[in-house]
């Protein structure tokens, strides 16, 4: 089946405007993530949903940065006045548990460029 | 804070034995995973190994844990100039809250030279 798709694959945004990122999990994975990923970083993580609910948020950098997740499908991570320190690739990963005992399956990512 | 160290970067030559290696720091980890990237894209899952095991081998590719010392190595024989990516360790820690969350070295760029 598809795996983890994001949209879209590149966005450039003004300093200051708002920027919506979308995240279709694989079918039946009940766990979602969020992780960013700075040029030549590794992996810094945002936010992780069970079902519809974040018990993780810990990772929100500020808050600017919000998410939601409708049912156990869609997310859409969301960043309000954007900054340039906000560029980044944005990475969604999903899993079928999220105990730990299934492993991440990741998109291509969103691309951010904040001039 | 739980962190994940790996070096930096490796350079290999065609044919040869690549072996990536990473430090992590909580002992309680339940699973521990390799994930490949190759250039503009996402994290490719390659192989992981469950904590009550030593050793996996899948292929080309050869897991060893060390429990003890919380070292994990990753080898991949015969190496191919198709290897060239960066190598990310990523464990789940095992603390309230966050279970289910990997976190991730900073990942090493293997270079295989022709």
């Known amino acids: 089946g598809a795996g983890v798709s994001q949209s879209p694959s590149n966005k450039v945004t003004e300093k200051g405007k708002d920027v919506e990122l979308r995240c279709d999990p694989i079918?039946?994975?009940?766990?979602l993530y969020w992780y960013r990923q700075r040029l030549g970083q590794g992996l810094e993580f945002l936010i992780y949903f069970q079902g519809n609910s974040a018990p993780d948020k810990s990772g929100l950098p500020s808050d600017r940065f919000s998410a939601e997740r409708t049912g156990e499908s869609v997310s859409t991570l969301t960043i309000q006045r954007t900054q340039q320190e906000d560029s980044a690739v944005y990475l969604c990963?999903?899993?079928?548990?999220?105990?730990?005992?299934?492993?991440?399956?990741f998109g291509n990512g969103t691309r951010l460029t904040v001039t | 804070g739980e962190d994940v160290e790996q070096s930096l970067f490796l350079s290999v030559r065609e044919g040869d034995s690549s072996v990536i290696n990473c430090t992590y720091t909580?002992?309680?980890?339940?699973?521990l995973y390799w994930y490949k990237q190759e250039p503009g894209a996402g994290l490719q899952l390659l192989t992981y190994i469950f904590s009550n095991m030593d050793m996996k081998q899948d292929q080309r590719l050869t897991v060893l844990l060390n429990k003890k010392d919380k070292h994990l190595s990753l080898r991949i024989a015969d190496t191919q100039t198709g290897d060239s990516a960066i190598y990310f360790c990523?464990?789940?820690?095992?603390?309230?809250?966050?279970?289910?969350?990997?976190?991730f070295g900073k990942g090493t760029k293997l270079s295989v030279k022709p």
């Open positions: 909580d002992s309680s980890s339940t699973y």
């Open positions: 079918s039946g994975h009940t766990a």
């Open positions: 990963a999903s899993s079928l548990g999220g105990q730990g005992n299934s492993p991440l399956h």
């Open positions: 990523a464990e789940i820690p095992n603390y309230g809250g966050s279970q289910g969350n990997l976190i």
